[in-house]
Structures are given as structure tokens and as C-alpha cells.
């Protein structure tokens, strides 16, 4: 087994502000994404990698950088908090989604996730 | 785009009754794969099932779908509900396996009573 740890659990931020979320993973998987959730709106891809050093947009990106420094780690950062904006950001991995359905592959494993608030 | 559309957002149902939360998609490609997550409070999402072959029943944990490309769907059954199925239900579509990039429906609040 393994785990997905994401840091900080809350985050306060003021409007303007630039904030990092972080996360690692310990089940050497290829491919990590950072998702945000807000209620009623489902889960949106903001960035994924499907390795170290490569990134790639999703649907959200706007608004947000991405670094994966290494295969374990994979890092979010919004550039300019809105003000009195809340969500919930959720990291998870998987090892690659290959053609073989029915093995591990093609599974997503989420951290438990970063909840953001803006004064 | 791809596209995932829940048509409901929430559902309330007494338990023991049947179970059925709709899930229908958009894609260009032919081969796409369909995944159900199950998100219960305070909790992380968890896959629940998945499926890449047509008309194949997948079932897990009492709960069942069969991915219909006819009519690109993808619902989610369970033949009696029980309290403890109260959770958050995404739908999600890949439409190639090796691209990473998972699209999810807006979800379904699935609330069962006594």
C-alpha cells in the first residue's frame, strides 16, 4: 500500500496572495494530478504529470502554476488568492494509465485534501 | 471536449429500495474508459468501478454498471440501498488509457434513510 500527503490541511490566505499547496506520494506512481472540488461542481483537473519534470494543463489552470520537482512530489501554486474564495484542492496518483483494465493501473488514489479560505 | 453528465445532484431514497444513478458521456474517441468514484464525508474519493468493454456487467460491493457505447452510459445500480451508501457519487471518463487526463461528472449526493 501507500499514501498520498498533502499539506497543509487548511490554508488561510489573504486576497492578492501567493499560496503553495504541496503533496507526496509513496506509491511510486508515474502520473499525479491536482484536482479542486467546490460543491456542486464536480471535480476539476487544474494540472496532471505523467512524470518528473512534465506538466500538463487541465480544464483549470488558469490562475495556478504546477511544479512536480520529483516522481514522489507534486506541487500547486495559486498566484493570486480571489477574495472570499473556498474549495478544497485534492492531489492523487496513479501509476500510469495503461491498456490493461483490470490491473491497478488506471486507478486514481486521492490525499485527503487542502481546504482553502480567502479573507 | 469530453464530457460527463450526472443528471441528478441528489438523491434521497428509503433503504432497501433500488439504487440508480444515471451517468451519460460525450467523446469523439471509441474506446473510452468509465470509472465510478464513491466519496463518503470526511473522506477521500475511492474508486468504486470501472469498465472499458462494452455491454459487460462490472459490479463491486454490491454495486453494478454496464458500459452501454450505443447510448454512451454509464449508470450506477445496486439492488437495495443501505444506510451506509450515503455518500457523494462521481462518474468519470478517460477517453485513452495512457493519456492521464481524467474528466469527472459534477457528482451525485446519493442520501439513503431509514
Known amino acids: 500500500g501507500g499514501i498520498i500527503t498533502q499539506t497543509p490541511k487548511f490554508l488561510i490566505g489573504q486576497e492578492g496572495q501567493k499560496l503553495t499547496l504541496k503533496c507526496q506520494q509513496n506509491f511510486n506512481h508515474d502520473t499525479m494530478y491536482w484536482y479542486r472540488q467546490d460543491s456542486g461542481k464536480g471535480l476539476r483537473l487544474i494540472y496532471y504529470s505523467i512524470t518528473e519534470n512534465d506538466l500538463q494543463k487541465g480544464d483549470l489552470s488558469e490562475g495556478y502554476d504546477a511544479s512536480r520537482e520529483k516522481k514522489s512530489s507534486f506541487s500547486l501554486t495559486v498566484t493570486s488568492a480571489q477574495k472570499n474564495e473556498m474549495a478544497v484542492f485534492l492531489c492523487a496518483s496513479s501509476s500510469g494509465l495503461g491498456n490493461r483494465i483490470r490491473s491497478r493501473q488506471n486507478t486514481l488514489y486521492f490525499g485527503a485534501g487542502t481546504r482553502l479560505s480567502v479573507l | 471536449g469530453d464530457s460527463v453528465t450526472q443528471t441528478e445532484g441528489l438523491v434521497t431514497l428509503t433503504e432497501g429500495l433500488p439504487v440508480m444513478l444515471n451517468c451519460t458521456y460525450q467523446t469523439i474517441y471509441s474506446n473510452p474508459f468509465l470509472f465510478w468514484y464513491v466519496q463518503h464525508l470526511n473522506e477521500s474519493p475511492r474508486l468504486l468501478l470501472k469498465?472499458?468493454?462494452?455491454?459487460k456487467r462490472t459490479e463491486h460491493q454490491g454495486f453494478h454498471a454496464t458500459l452501454h457505447k450505443s447510448s454512451s452510459s454509464f449508470h450506477l445500480q445496486k439492488s437495495s440501498a443501505q444506510l451506509s451508501d450515503s455518500a457523494l457519487y462521481y462518474c468519470a471518463l478517460v477517453y485513452r488509457a495512457n493519456t492521464g487526463k481524467l474528466t469527472f461528472g459534477d457528482g451525485t449526493v446519493l442520501t439513503v434513510k431509514p
Open positions: 469498465s472499458f468493454t462494452d455491454n
